[in-house]
Structure formats: C-alpha cells, structure tokens
C-alpha cells in the first residue's frame, strides 16, 4: 500500500523558513516524480513543485521560483521542500504528491498524503 | 502558464440527478493531459479521471470525462450522496496546474 507521511509543518514569522518532509512507502521511489501541492483555507489546490523520478530534475511555478526547493534523498524514500522568505500568503496545507510515473505524460497525482498544515503569522 | 476555469463555482443538485462540470483552459492542452480529482471537506484529493476520458483504478462509470483542446467535461451520470464534493481539473501539458473548484452540494 501507498504511504505519504508529511512532517514539518509549524507557525513561522514572515521572512521565516520551514522545511517539510514527505516520507514515502509502499512502492519503489526512485522511479516515480513527486509533487508538493498546496491548498490555502478555503481555496483550491496550488501546484507548488516537482521533482522527476531518477536524477532529479526540479520544476516550480513562478510564484514560489527562487523561495523553496524541492530534493529527493532516495536513499531514505522521501522527499523535502525548504521554503525561504515565507509569506502569509504561503499559509496553506500542504500535500505530498506521487505521480503516476516519471515523464510528462504522468505528471498527474495518483495518491496523497493527508497534509501538514503550514501557517505564516 | 495554462489557466483553467471552471464553471460552476457551486453546482446544487439532488440524489439521481447528473451533473455536468466544465474546465475551460486559457490555451489548448496537448494530448489530453487533463485530470480531475474529488475532495471532501478534511480529506486529501482523490484522482477520478486522467487523459481526459480514462478513469482511474476503482472509480465507478458514472464518472466520465471528455473534452479536449481547451473545453473539457466532467459528467456524473447519477449523483450518488457520497458524490457530493469539490471538483478540481489539473492540466499537466504545460508544468502544472490546477482549477479553482466546483462544489456539488446537495439541493
């Protein structure tokens, strides 16, 4: 069975930093490209960043480009995402995100974790 | 950045009847690569429908998707009381991205 386990979510001041974890299990890791998306109170979901499966390449949105970096440490079957210079805008649950495959043909969600609850105040 | 739409914000409709939920793109989407996905209130998404028409593993066929280009439909045949939700579609053509939601609740 799948498994997302995300962690490290907190209050921060603005200007703050915060770096989440996803812990995956249940299939082979390495293989599949993650996402981190975000969903702010009563909003819809944000697409924050990629990363492909294998060498680990990283994507991201205008919007957040140059705050927060995606990484993958394969050996340890989880994914993080250290977010700089945060806003209250940032405010949101975050959810860790396992595609299909790895290629641009997968890049929708296939399982999610259950969130961790990121607050800028 | 490919924009989606979607109409209506909130879709109010009774047990038996169909819903039809719309997901405009603001540029064509290539090969279909459109998703949607169901959300109820404190629980993580759930993916119905990817390439546009392909249901995924489990999903019940009174869910379909069709579309393509930059209109794109979701039809549920039947609302069953446990289809009452928000809607998302998400395009993966150009990075990613996500519409704003309907909400189908119960009339």
Partial sequence: ?121 | EIVLTQSPGTLSLSPGERATLSCRASQSINNNYLAWYQQKPGQAPRLLIYGASIRATGIPDRFSGSGSGTDFTLTIRRLEPEDFAVYSCQQYSSALSFGGGTKVEIK
């Fill in chain 1, 1 to 121: 069975e799948v498994q997302l386990l995300e962690s490290g979510g907190a209050l921060v001041q603005p200007g703050g930093s915060l770096r989440l974890s996803c812990a995956a299990s249940g299939f082979d890791f390495s293989n599949y490209a993650m996402s981190w998306v975000r969903q702010a109170p009563g909003k819809g979901l944000q697409w924050v960043s990629l990363i492909s499966g294998g060498r680990g390449d990283p994507y991201y949105p205008d919007s957040v480009k140059g705050r927060f970096s995606i990484s993958r440490d394969n050996s340890r079957n989880t994914i993080y995402l250290q977010m700089n210079r945060l806003r209250a805008e940032d405010t949101a649950i975050y959810y860790c995100a396992r595609h299909a495959c790895s290629g641009y043909s997968c890049d929708y969600v296939v399982h999610w974790g259950q969130g961790t609850l990121v607050t800028v105040s």
